[in-house]
């Protein structure tokens, strides 16, 4: 499957849910040392993320987003066994609140 280079949060949500069902490691990668409240991340630390499965999605984020897409050619050459995505607009676009709800059967 080929993946574009930014998700937003609705869509890396989205994704996670539905390619996790399938197996696939989706994986939130901290590159600032601040942590997303409510969210699950992993602080970017290459000899530990390598350890993943094959195939894994890592999705970078900083504050803008605007430096993890920049480093996403490094990241890719990095990890060429992972797909590597970046997060749009970063930590500070992300709604702390924010969740999928699923349809109801009404």
């Not at 000899?47 to 999705?59: I, T």
């Not at 996403?72 to 924010?98: A, D």
Request: charged share 30%; with cysteine.
């Amino acid at each position: 499957m080929k993946y574009p280079d930014e998700w937003t949060q609705k869509e890396f949500l989205e994704h996670k849910r539905d390619l996790e069902k399938e197996g696939v490691e989706v994986v939130l990668i901290d590159t600032i040392l601040s942590p997303i409240e409510k969210a699950e991340t992993v602080v970017y630390n290459p000899y530990e993320l390598k350890n993943y499965p094959d195939g894994s999605l890592f999705v970078f984020y900083c504050d803008s987003g605007k430096a993890t897409k920049n480093r996403l050619q490094e990241y890719r050459e990095k990890f060429p066994t992972m797909h590597c995505i970046s997060l749009k607009g970063g930590r500070g676009y992300w709604r702390v609140n924010m969740q999928l709800l699923e349809p109801s059967d009404d």
